[in-house]
């Protein structure tokens, strides 16, 4: 069974000003299309890929060619990214934002995020990431990786994730990344966050 393209959770534009509606068409159209249909072509290549589901795969992607690893990668970032966004965001609540002051603060949170994405060198992505007991942790990955690989050097469950590749952004940041990622957080869909935090363990 082929993986396909998820549709977008709201409007091209419902999160203007922070994310532009023809950023949100192109990456989702486009870039995310793409993935999915190269995801397809590799596991279409390899028989002991079939029926196993995304989360499947990138638990086993250090065996795994450069055509599954990148656009495997790139199938779950981005369906991860659009839902962990919302127009109007809000604020973490419950155990999530009980593990984020464990953490030293949300502006702390965010203040270390914002410096892994911006330092990410080229392209990548910027996580909050949650080992098994809760405990959160900041880190960065090159390209599509992502901490559910068997090879990440920060293992475990996605939190939040913002993708700092240029098509994410340059439309209306141009080059300045480090406003891109001071402004996402105003998108950010906590209530989902705490949701993914909340299955940990579950």
Do not use: C
């Amino acid at each position: 069974m082929a993986f396909e393209l998820p549709p977008l959770p709201y409007d091209y534009d419902a999160l203007a000003p922070t994310i532009d509606g023809e950023t949100m068409r192109f990456h989702h159209d486009k870039h995310h299309k793409a993935y999915t249909d190269k995801l397809n072509e590799g596991v279409a290549k390899d028989p002991s890929l079939e029926g196993k589901t995304i989360e499947q795969i990138l638990a086993q992607i250090s065996s795994q060619p450069p055509l599954v690893r990148n656009n495997g990668g790139g199938y779950w970032n981005h369906d991860f990214f659009w839902k962990i966004m919302k127009p109007g965001g809000g604020t973490p609540s419950g155990k999530l934002a009980e593990a984020i002051e464990t953490y030293g603060g949300l502006d702390k949170l965010k203040e270390d995020f914002n410096g892994k994405g911006a330092g990410q060198f080229g392209s990548g992505w910027a996580w909050v990431v949650a080992d098994a007991s809760g405990k959160l942790s900041i880190a960065s990955t090159p390209n599509q990786d992502n901490p559910l690989m068997d090879d990440a050097p920060v293992k475990g469950t996605p939190i939040l994730g913002n993708d700092v590749w240029e098509h994410a952004y340059y439309l209306t940041y141009r080059n300045d990344r480090a406003a891109y990622l001071k402004a996402w957080w105003d998108v950010v869909n906590w209530d989902e966050a705490g949701r993914i935090y909340n299955s940990i363990g579950n």
